[in-house]
């Protein structure tokens, strides 16, 4: 049973697609012809089909919680490393890196990493808090009512403990001349983060109870892979220092180290350029 | 490289942005493609794009799922233009070790559905399901692709029809 009727028109008419001045038409036709009727219940079908195809799907979590079992086979590439060719090297570091939860690795040359210089300084220009207008909870919003920015809460670390749901790790060891300052966070948000600062913010301990939906820029043969008590770790150099008066200090030798310890993503930031990694793999060692 | 507290407040931002709708994106994708490795690397990539984009235009417009959306087709088409999608692929012929089988018999549905949309032209594939899967309006779907009106409406009645014609084959009960 066929007819030769629109069948575009019946096709748009089935989602409620038809422009309005054809859909009388379409209507007046459908009610009159049997084959037309079964097209549309089929179109309908194919739109209930699509519909539900796939509706339950989740995007995996890109990360694995970094669990024995696959420590054991990392370290076990660890010892392969020492002699490999960067490009083993890379590897390594975005395996570890994506591993830890980082949503993806990106690896830059020198040329592009002070492009990326050059164009991280006139964002923060764009992003200073200074330039924005703060509503009494802390949030920036825009002209339609959107956050476009918060500001951390800081309190202790029982305070944030509270305010997170979570512990986070604590260092027993801190080289000479460093005390904790406060602990920041932003509460409300699917982010957990809680990052400790210390002294006036030349050392930041953070940690991260989910896996980061982030990315991590890594220049060029600047980033290693070490272990921190047998798990997993990864330096690299480089890092962006806010200063009192909002100045955006780059700091290209400052080591960052990130690593997993109980259930927890920690990244340890040390704002000095060529501070011993050996300092901060001790700092690593003794939190808990 | 790391940023730190600007890094941290605007991080939150973003984040909240793919947190929310991570999941929509990646089902899109996997529909549009057929394939979840696929599907998760190109919904990271529409990550990093959206992140890009949002650095440099904070704020992307009102409608933030529509341009990811669109971020998330771009980066698609790209692949399939890249891979020459249009060749057609034998229907389950591996799975079964037998030579391309043209009927359906014992198919899941949804492999069914899976090969269907596989077997539309991409241009076709996007708008139905950015229609039909993800319940955008006809101008949304305009502003997204960049097309007229017209023109969207005209894609859409021919994917309706390609799939009602491929499904009816596929199963085994073609015109």
New interface residues.
């Given amino acids: 049973m066929?007819c030769t009727w629109d069948?575009?028109?019946i096709?748009?008419w089935?989602?409620g697609?038809a422009?309005p001045e054809e859909a009388e038409r379409a209507e007046a036709h459908l009610r009159a012809c049997p084959a037309c009727q079964e097209?549309l219940a089929?179109?309908r079908q194919?739109?209930n089909?699509?519909?539900a195809?796939?509706?339950g799907?989740?995007?995996?979590a890109?990360a694995k919680r970094a669990t024995r079992r696959w420590a054991v086979a990392v370290a076990a590439a660890l010892l392969l490393l020492c002699a490999a060719g960067a490009a083993t090297q890379s590897r390594a570091v975005a395996s570890v890196l994506q591993n830890l939860g980082w949503?993806?690795v990106?690896e830059v040359s020198q040329s592009e990493?002070e492009q990326?210089q050059e164009e991280?300084k006139e964002?923060?220009e764009?992003?200073?808090?200074s330039n924005f207008k703060f509503d009494p909870d802390g949030k920036v919003r825009?002209e339609?009512g959107?956050?476009?920015?918060?500001?951390?809460t800081r309190g202790s670390v029982a305070e944030a403990e509270k305010a997170m749901g979570y512990r986070p790790l604590v260092p027993r060891y801190l080289p000479e001349g460093l005390a904790l300052s406060h602990a920041?966070y932003?509460p409300g948000?699917?982010?957990r983060?809680i990052?400790l600062v210390y002294n006036d913010?030349l050392l930041?301990i953070?940690s991260m109870p989910e896996p980061s939906?982030?990315?991590?820029?890594?220049?060029e043969g600047g980033a290693q892979v070490l272990t921190v008590s047998g798990e997993p770790a990864v330096v690299?150099r480089?890092?962006?220092r806010?200063g009192e008066n909002e100045e955006?200090m780059f700091i290209p030798d400052a080591p960052?180290l990130r690593f997993s310890k109980d259930g927890l993503v920690i990244?340890i930031?040390m704002y000095q350029n060529g501070y011993p990694v050996d300092e901060l793999i001790k700092i690593a060692e003794s939190m808990e | 490289m790391e940023v730190t507290r600007g890094a941290l407040y605007q991080r939150a931002e973003e984040n909240a942005l793919w947190e929310e709708h991570r999941d929509r994106v990646y089902r899109y994708l996997l529909r549009l493609t057929g394939e979840r490795e696929t599907a998760e690397d190109l919904a990271q990539e529409t990550f990093l794009q959206a992140i890009r984009d949002l650095r440099r235009s904070p704020g992307a417009g009102a409608n933030p799922v529509a341009w990811l959306m669109r971020i998330a087709t771009n980066r698609a088409m790209d692949l399939f233009r890249r891979r020459r999608r249009f060749q057609w692929l034998p229907f389950l012929g591996d799975r079964h070790g037998g030579a391309a089988a043209d009927t359906a018999e014992a198919v899941a549905e949804r492999e069914l559905v899976s090969a269907v949309l596989r077997r539309l032209p991409p241009d076709l594939a996007v708008v139905l399901l950015l229609r039909d899967a993800e319940g955008f309006s006809g101008p949304e779907i305009a502003a997204l692709l960049d097309l007229e009106q017209a023109a969207v409406r005209k894609r859409l009645s021919r994917a309706r029809e390609a799939f009602r014609t491929e499904y009816l084959r596929l199963r085994g009960d073609g015109e």
């Fill in positions: 066929t069948r575009d028109l096709a748009l089935a989602g697609d422009p097209l089929q179109y194919g739109m089909l699509v519909a195809h796939q509706a799907a989740r995007l995996p890109r949503f993806g990106e990493w990326l991280n964002l923060w764009k992003w200073k808090p825009d339609n959107n956050v476009i920015y918060t500001l951390p920041e932003v948000r699917s982010i983060d990052n913010g930041e953070v939906s982030f990315t991590v820029r890594v220049r690299t480089g890092v962006y806010v955006r960052v990244i930031i």
